[in-house]
């Protein structure tokens, strides 16, 4: 089972899950000493509304079992993927070195200590320093 501890937003900042739902059963974050209730729209895109912006979410920290996994994703759909795959890694590999899973156009990635690492349909794996690299990457092969 996957619990979200924290949601990342497109500005690169964390709220933490609160132990309370809305009344509409939305989970409420703290974000910035204030509390927010977490939406989605039609779309599957995550957000909150902070005034009249929709600061959007662009990933979480998950726990799994004893273990904190961060998932990069665009919508909830991406986000179940996302957990998926780290559960399903978590239990093929005791020592996962994987600290993080996440998709971007619809191509799936990982992150570890050594950075960022996708693995293409031809099964040939790249290395990126930097998310800014892969999502670079995922561009240029998307044309």
Not at 58 to 69: D, E, K, L, T
Not at 88 to 97: G, P, V
Not at 104 to 116: H, I, L, Q, R
Request: a neutral charge.
């Amino acid at each position: 089972m996957m619990k979200v501890e924290r949601f990342l937003f497109q500005n690169r900042n964390f709220a933490d899950v609160l132990d309370e739902d809305s009344k509409d059963g939305e989970p409420i974050v703290l974000y910035r000493r204030r509390k927010y209730v977490v939406k989605d729209d039609r779309d599957g895109h995550v957000y909150i509304q902070i005034g009249k912006r929709k600061l959007r979410c662009i990933g979480s920290i998950i726990s799994i079992g004893y273990n904190a996994i961060k998932l990069y994703w665009d919508t909830i759909d991406e986000y179940e993927q996302c957990g998926n795959a780290a559960i399903q890694a978590l239990r093929d590999e005791k020592d996962c070195k994987t600290i993080a899973f996440g998709i971007y156009k619809g191509v799936m990635f990982t992150e570890d200590e050594a950075g960022f690492c996708l693995i293409d349909k031809f099964i040939d794996q790249y290395r990126f320093g930097s998310m800014t690299e892969l999502k670079e990457h995922i561009d240029r092969s998307q044309k």
